[in-house]
Nanobody
Framework: QVQLAESGGGLVQAGGSLRLSCAASGSIFRLNAMAWYRQAPGKQRELVASIIIGGITNYADSVKGRFTISRDNVKNTVYLQMNSLSAEDTAVYYC???????????????WGQGTQVTVSS
C-alpha cells in the first residue's frame, strides 16, 4: 500500500508564491519519476513538471522560469515551488509518482488526492 500526501495549497494573490509538498509513504522499494499535474475547472489534467531520480526536470512551457520542481530522495518527497503566480495557475494540483513496491513487482503510477491552489487577481 502506497500513499501520496500533498500539502501546501491555498489562496494567494497574483504575483505571490506557494510551495507544494508531496510525501510518499508505505511499501516503497523504488521511487522513480515524480511529477505534478494540475486540472483547472472545465479543462483536462495537464503535466506541470516532472523530475526523475537523477534530478533531470521537465516543465510545461506555461510555468518555465516560474516554477521549480525538486525532490528529497531520503524523505521520498517532491516539492513544487511556484513563484509569480497568476489567475491562470488556479487549479487542483495533483502529485504523481512512479513506484515499485517490491523487487519482483513492476512500477506503477500513484496519485495524490489533490490540493487546491487559487490565485486571486
Amino acid at each position: 500500500q502506497v500513499q501520496l500526501a500533498e500539502s501546501g495549497g491555498g489562496l494567494v494573490q497574483a504575483g505571490g508564491s506557494l510551495r507544494l509538498s508531496c510525501a510518499a509513504s508505505g511499501s516503497i522499494f523504488r521511487l522513480n519519476a515524480m511529477a505534478w499535474y494540475r486540472q483547472a475547472p472545465g479543462k483536462q489534467r495537464e503535466l506541470v513538471a516532472s523530475i526523475i531520480i537523477g534530478g533531470i526536470t521537465n516543465y510545461a512551457d506555461s510555468v518555465k522560469g516560474r516554477f521549480t520542481i525538486s525532490r528529497d530522495n531520503v524523505k521520498n518527497t517532491v516539492y513544487l515551488q511556484m513563484n509569480s503566480l497568476s489567475a491562470e495557475d488556479t487549479a487542483v494540483y495533483y502529485c504523481n509518482a512512479n513506484i515499485q513496491t517490491s523487487i519482483i513487482d513492476q512500477s506503477r503510477r500513484y496519485w495524490g488526492q489533490g490540493t487546491q491552489v487559487t490565485v486571486s487577481s
